[in-house]
Nanobody, 123 residues
Framework: QVQLVESGGGLVQAGGSLRLSCAAS????????MAWFRQAPGKEREFVAA????????YYTNSLKGRFTISRDDAKNTAYLQMNSLKPEDTAVYYC????????????????WGQGTQVTVSS
């Protein structure tokens, strides 16, 4: 079975850091764009970050202001999201996704999705 499984979420105080992991199985995603999206209660799912299959290009939503960093380790078939200086407004379920050649921020173009991991930032 093709699966993406997120981990690393939890409860953290404002200003703290978390690193999310997305472990892929069932196939290699070395030729795919990997991305992170998030969805807060009462809000639509939104794009967070993406990284190309080579790791040579990264993309971030402007509102994050440099606090988040996406990376990948194709040998481990895993993508990561390092989140620093977390704010309460970052509270959401975070999802990883993969696609062969998507328009980077277009959720509908991603083919594979994880189940999500909860990130809660307290003040």
């Amino acid at each position: 079975q093709v699966q993406l499984v997120e981990s690393g979420g939890g409860l953290v105080q404002a200003g703290g850091s978390l690193r999310l992991s997305c472990a892929a199985s069932g196939r290699t995603f070395s030729g795919y764009v990997m991305a992170w999206f998030r969805q807060a209660p009462g809000k639509e799912r939104e794009f967070v970050a993406a990284i190309t299959w080579t790791g040579g290009s990264t993309y971030y939503t402007n509102s994050l202001k440099g606090r988040f960093t996406i990376s990948r380790d194709d040998a481990k078939n895993t993508a990561y999201l390092q989140m620093n200086s977390l704010k309460p407004e970052d509270t959401a379920v975070y999802y990883c996704a993969a696609a062969r050649n998507p328009r980077i921020t277009a959720m509908v173009m991603y083919d594979y999705w994880g189940q999500g991991t909860q990130v809660t930032v307290s003040s």
